[in-house]
T-cell receptor, first 110, second 117 residues
Framework: EDQVTQSPEALRLQEGESSSLNCSYT??????LFWYRQDPGKGPEFLFT???AGEEKEKERLKATLTKKESFLHITAPKPEDSATYLC???????????FGQGTTLQVKP | GAVVSQHPSWVICKSGTSVKIECRSL??????MFWYRQFPKQSLMLMAT?????????EQGVEKDKFLINHASLTLSTLTVTSAHPEDSSFYIC?????????????FGPGTRLTVL
């Protein structure tokens, strides 16, 4: 059964304290791994798509990496405005459906 | 680019009435759209996959007759919650799929908060 597990569930950081969020997955025929940011009461905001092991993508303070079993979202020198829930999802097969993890809620304190 | 809108952003209705939610891809054509619901402090749960010009595919446990989905054009899908009850209160989010070659990415709308009294 396809499965996505994110850890930790919640993470509190001080401003400037770098860390990583983990997304472990079990899926047959990975088509892509997605990272989204979601603020309370809003829809998920697209961050990255990774398609193959070894791929890396960066955007401002965020960097996403992918292996055959997991993905990391590295946050460098976070700011309070980075506080949000970060969702990881995998896409398998030809339907385009995404399987979401439970998310990691990040709080960055000034 | 890749903007998806939803309307309305929130709606309050009485039990037994029907509510229609629209999802539009504003700057691209989406052959496939998806509908999710999200309960507080939980992740997104896929309800159905909507393909333009064909019947929607519903996930196991989702009532087809209660959640009517229509995908009439490449930029518009609608979700109608029929005979809504308080347990249908939730945050409904749509996404639209943008395909380019072998790459397939999904962009989400801002969501619709439904409260059934």
């Amino acid at each position: 059964e396809d499965q996505v597990t994110q850890s930790p569930e919640a993470l509190r950081l001080q401003e400037g304290e770098s860390s990583s969020l983990n997304c472990s997955y079990t899926v047959s025929g990975l088509r892509g791994l997605f990272w989204y940011r979601q603020d309370p009461g809003k829809g998920p905001e697209f961050l990255f798509t990774l398609y193959s092991a070894g791929e890396e993508k960066e955007k401002e303070r965020l960097k996403a990496t992918l292996t055959k079993k997991e993905s990391f979202l590295h946050i460098t020198a976070p700011k309070p405005e980075d506080s949000a829930t970060y969702l990881c999802a995998v896409q398998a097969g030809n339907t385009g459906k995404l399987i979401f993890g439970q998310g990691t809620t990040l709080q960055v304190k000034p | 680019g890749a903007v998806v809108s939803q309307h309305p952003s929130w709606v309050i209705c009485k039990s037994g009435t029907s509510v229609k939610i629209e999802c539009r891809s504003l700057d691209f054509q989406a052959t496939t759209m998806f509908w999710y619901r999200q309960f507080p402090k939980q992740s997104l749960m896929l309800m159905a996959t909507s393909n333009e010009g064909s019947k929607a595919t519903y996930e196991q446990g989702v009532e087809k007759d209660k959640f009517l989905i229509n995908h009439a054009s490449l930029t518009l899908s609608t979700l109608t919650v029929t005979s809504a009850h308080p347990e249908d209160s939730s945050f409904y989010i749509c996404s639209a799929s943008l395909t380019s070659g072998i790459y397939n990415e999904q962009f989400f709308g801002p969501g619709t908060r439904l409260t059934v009294l």
